[in-house]
């Protein structure tokens, strides 16, 4: 979608988006990625800025709680043709006054939809939100409940890590030039890359350095017990020899 520039516009989308996902939520829908990150987190600190992203997805774990977050909706939402859309995935417009509001995606799964493939680690994180009240929002990661303060505090301070390499290079992109800092293997990726061919180079000799890493330290180990058996021998020797010099 279009970036949003007007705080009014911003506001009145906001206000539109939120009080669907609390229809979501009685359907026990859970709101999940960039909207998440980008929007919900940050304004929990900084009411101020404006904040962009570029669809709002959304998971239910039934057909039975779509159909009844559809019918509720019906009003507001029109279908999309989008390459997303699958057996798993429905692609949406949010509509209000006869305006596009913004991209809406949802999935139904059992569990969350990134639990096996998600981007970064924050990407299991999602949000029951029974209420535009922040004070009773309860955030959720089926992948590891104890992160969920740890994914919490990397979205406030806008640092994502790359849980595998990826070539989803358009997310990753956008995230190093909105200002976030990216890790992959723990190690920053330069804020100064802006385009794909730079990002695949970069992430092409990454991947190059890691293998070297990898074997080197398979042939360290499979070197270890002559290794382990030199140390001894030597150690024996420096044993006789001062033996021999008393």
């Not at 206000?15 to 979501?24: Q, Y």
């Not at 507001?76 to 057996?87: M, T, W």
């Not at 639990?115 to 089926?142: A, C, E, R, T």
Request: net charge negative.
């Amino acid at each position: 979608m279009k970036p949003i520039t007007s705080k009014f516009t911003y506001e009145a989308y906001i206000k539109v988006i939120n009080s669907m996902l609390v229809t979501a939520s009685k359907y026990y829908g859970k709101l999940f990625g960039d909207y998440l990150y980008n929007v919900i987190i940050p304004s929990i600190t900084n009411k101020v800025d404006i904040f962009q992203w570029n669809s709002v997805d959304i998971w239910f774990t039934s057909y039975k709680s779509l159909m009844g977050f559809l019918m509720d909706m019906d009003d507001y939402i029109e279908c999309r043709n989008d390459h997303r859309s699958g057996v798993n995935i429905f692609a949406y417009s949010l509509i209000k006054y006869g305006e596009h509001v913004t991209d809406l995606n949802i999935y139904v799964t059992p569990q969350h939809p990134y639990i096996d493939n998600g981007l970064f680690s924050m990407d299991n994180l999602s949000l029951y939100m029974p209420s535009k009240n922040v004070g009773i929002m309860n955030f959720d990661n089926q992948s590891n409940i104890f992160s969920i303060n740890n994914d919490l505090n990397d979205v406030k301070n806008k640092r994502a890590y790359v849980t595998y390499i990826t070539e989803d290079y358009d997310r990753l992109l956008s995230y190093i030039s909105s200002g976030w800092s990216v890790y992959i293997d723990n190690i920053l990726i330069p804020e100064k890359i802006r385009d794909v061919v730079e990002l695949k180079f970069y992430i092409s000799k990454h991947k190059e350095q890691q293998i070297s890493k990898h074997l080197f330290i398979g042939e360290l180990m499979r070197l270890k017990p002559s290794i382990e058996h030199l140390i001894s021998n030597l150690q024996s020797l420096v044993l006789l020899l001062d033996d021999n010099s008393v």
